[in-house]
């Protein structure tokens, strides 16, 4: 039996109409636009690199705890000394976009339960994972899927496996979750955020030109 594909069928008017946009760079087709959620090849940073920031989180953790499962805690972090912009500057030199020094933060959590951020709607979110703990974390977008007008909705999800390192980009409004590949004691996933605004198609699009998908992943944007 030939394995039959169900689109959304809201998903396939707008990735057609994404698809047949003149300025669509070929190598992007593959990857399941509009909705975007990906991991970049992972950019060579120094894990020393990310002491700086660990430190932060764990002054922060050592007060205040990591609160409740589920809840995301968000640190604005600054490099305070030199050898801490040193290495801010290698972290950006190393993930091939330049950011600016105010606009990111550093997000954790246990893990995080289905939800999306619309107030971040013009963004696309870049995330640098800093810490996992014992085990790596599973990234995963999740949508909704019809096999015809009136069909009962499929739940489907794209995931990725992530460790300390990785770098992964994902679109704000599509309902995301995390949580440990293995769960423990000692798991708490860290990311260091930024977000990249664009004003229409093609400015997003010159950001995934900085941020291409890793070599030979496809993403299927829910199929
Ligand atoms: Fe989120």
Redesign the pocket.
Known sequence: MPCERHYPFSLLVAMNQYLQSKDLPSALKAYGLPFFFYKCDRPKVCASDFEWLNRMIDDYTSVNGLGEAAK?DVLNVKPTCASEVDSFERIKKACGFDFDISKFEV?FCSW?SL???PD?AGNV?VNLVLHTGPSGYVVGAHGVNYAKEGAVPVVTTQAYRVEVGDLFV?D?TVP?SAHPAYPSDGSFLAVLQVSLPFGNESEKLQIFEKLKPQKGLYQDAFA
């Open positions: 995301i997000l995080a939800h999306n951020d971040w979110f994902l704000p995301h």
